[in-house]
């Protein structure tokens, strides 16, 4: 087991025996249209303009170039999967998340009490500690819960662990092109899914660091770390905190040209990969060192991986 920073503000696993088991083709993913549409909104796919050139983009992610891409009419869940809908999967199917399994997670330092102690800084990204006992139901270790966090986005859960909460409610993980129109909100180029400005009016309209990463966090959006998943207003499409808070996982793997000559109906990554996609940043984001919150940025992270700031949301096909 491996604990090594990823890129951005992520630090993996890489647990090789449970990272094996995700080898799946992401090309082949199978329809889903078993799952309730409740909180979900139905998005009329069609042509848009996917991917950024800006000044803004990290050369090694691949933003670009900008391409117009068509996708068919889906569902989205409205909210990040939350840690009351977490708990109804766990208590109804007895899933072990892979934190669980493995015995430790990450954290982030500035999320963990004052006086705790014996925990591994990773080395890079010092601010990320090597929890014992860190799993969604304790996000920052044993002494911690989400009691009083039932409706923040579900956190500490490994791509796999998404993957099987959306089998066993008959949904799937986003393709990166179905979250980028979804993100965008019918806005065509925009940077954010509500525009160009960040804080249009000096309003906050996502949860991201404010200060200074990562020693100083102004929190003037009104959250140090996670918050309720509809704590800002939804985008053009209804959809709430679709952009920091928590990354979510994305169905593809990640690669950085392969897109360049993927096919522009539906595409869907890679056939492989050793890490799969994350979209929309994290109330860790900050401009000065991960500028990801923006609608076309992409990063990545192991299938095994969980910490305290990535989550997901499901979609579903329509029949």
Not at 148 to 153: K, Q
Not at 231 to 246: D, E, H, S
Not at 262 to 283: C, E, W
Request: proline letters at 8%.
């Amino acid at each position: 087991m491996k604990k090594n920073p990823s890129p951005c503000c992520v630090p993996s696993k890489q647990h090789a025996d449970v990272w094996q088991a995700s080898q799946q083709d992401s090309s082949t993913r199978t329809r889903a249209v078993t799952g309730s549409t409740d909180e979900m909104i139905l998005l009329p796919g069609g042509p848009f303009l996917m991917g950024s050139e800006s000044a803004d983009t990290f050369p090694n992610d691949g933003e670009g170039p900008v391409r117009r891409v068509t996708i068919d009419p889906f569902w989205m869940d409205q909210y990040s999967v939350r840690n009351r809908d977490f708990m109804k999967f766990v208590q109804e199917t007895q899933y072990v998340t892979e934190a669980e399994r493995i015995g430790w997670s990450f954290v982030f330092a500035g999320d963990l009490p004052e006086e705790s102690t014996g925990t591994q800084s990773v080395h890079g990204t010092e601010w990320w500690r090597v929890v014992e006992g860190a799993t969604w139901l304790h996000p920052e270790g044993p002494g911690s819960n989400v009691a009083n966090r039932t409706d923040h986005p579900v956190v500490q859960v490994s791509w796999n662990d998404a993957v099987a909460y959306a089998t066993w409610a008959g949904k799937r993980l986003p393709t990166e092109a179905e979250w980028e129109f979804a993100a965008r909100g019918g806005l065509e180029q925009h940077t954010y899914p509500w525009g160009n400005e960040l804080t249009p009016n000096g309003k906050h309209l996502c949860n991201i660091w404010q200060g200074v990463f990562p020693v100083s966090n102004t929190a003037e959006d009104g959250y140090s770390s996670t918050c309720p998943v509809d704590a800002f207003p939804p985008n053009g499409y209804g959809l709430f905190g679709i952009t920091g808070n928590t990354w979510e996982w994305i169905s593809d793997w990640f690669h950085p040209t392969y897109h360049q000559l993927a096919t522009r109906h539906n595409p869907t990554g890679p056939p492989q990969g050793a890490a799969r996609m994350l979209k929309g940043g994290s109330y860790l984001c900050h401009r000065s060192y991960c500028n990801r919150y923006r609608v076309a940025a992409r990063s990545s992270n192991t299938p095994d991986s969980a910490t305290t700031n990535i989550g997901f949301r499901c979609v579903r096909d329509v029949a």
